[in-house]
T-cell receptor
Framework: AQTVTQSQPEMSVQEAETVTLSCTYDTSESDYYLFWYKQPPSRQMILVIR??????QNATENRFSVNFQKAAKSFSLKISDSQLGDAAMYFCAYFGTNAGKSTFGDGTTLTVKP | GAVVSQHPSWVICKSGTSVKIECRSL??????MFWYRQFPKQSLMLMATSNEGSKATYEQGVEKDKFLINHASLTLSTLTVTSAHPEDSSFYICSALLGGPNQPQHFGDGTRLSIL
């Protein structure tokens, strides 16, 4: 079974600074997709960024970028120029094409200090 | 963008009552929908995968007779918590898959279920 590990239960960053959230996963599949979701206090799940495993280029979405290391099975999220609105719980998710379902990490609660 | 509507957003009911939660894809057809349960400050736990026109696939440890899932159309899946008890109180979230696995899941806003 696939597992997703987020080793940082909580992280804190100063406004305008950069923070990196870590995520590792374990799989024997070759075809899969990785996602980062944000869940603010409203509890709505919001897609932050996604990465196809077959793509070597790291995905980027404005202030959000990933460092995808396929061999190491690592998928970290970097948030640049952190804003107060970035405060939320962040989930790393793996979607395997064989299983056809997602596995989520335990989440990292990000606090942004003004 | 694609929108998933989940209803109700919050329900409080007495122990022993059955509660139905609806998950609708508003502007796309979803052959696959997922149902999750989330405890406070914890991760999403997949309960079952709902496929249109067939029986849902439940995850290990999830009681099929307790959590009834029906996916009768390409835009609607329902989760019924039968004879709910206080331990069933939780946050339930549905999601719909648009297209292939390279597409992200589109989540409903969740349902907060409180059983007295």
């Amino acid at each position: 079974a696939q597992t997703v590990t987020q080793s940082q239960p909580e992280m804190s960053v100063q406004e305008a600074e950069t923070v990196t959230l870590s995520c590792t996963y374990d799989t024997s599949e070759s075809d899969y997709y990785l996602f980062w979701y944000k869940q603010p206090p409203s509890r709505q799940m919001i897609l932050v960024i996604r990465q196809e495993a077959y793509k070597q280029q790291n995905a980027t979405e404005n202030r959000f970028s990933v460092n995808f290391q396929k061999a190491a099975k690592s998928f970290s999220l970097k948030i640049s120029d952190s804003q107060l609105g970035d405060a939320a719980m962040y989930f790393c998710a793996y979607f395997g094409t064989n299983a056809g379902k997602s596995t989520f990490g335990d989440g990292t609660t990000l606090t942004v200090k003004p | 963008g694609a929108v998933v509507s989940q209803h109700p957003s919050w329900v409080i009911c007495k122990s022993g009552t059955s509660v139905k939660i609806e998950c609708r894809s508003l502007d796309f057809q979803a052959t696959t929908m997922f149902w999750y349960r989330q405890f406070p400050k914890q991760s999403l736990m997949l309960m079952a995968t709902s496929n249109e026109g067939s029986k849902a696939t439940y995850e290990q440890g999830v009681e099929k007779d307790k959590f009834l899932i029906n996916h009768a159309s390409l835009t609607l899946s329902t989760l019924t918590v039968t004879s709910a008890h206080p331990e069933d109180s939780s946050f339930y979230i549905c999601s719909a898959l648009l297209g292939g696995p390279n597409q992200p899941q589109h989540f409903g806003d969740g349902t907060r279920l409180s059983i007295l």
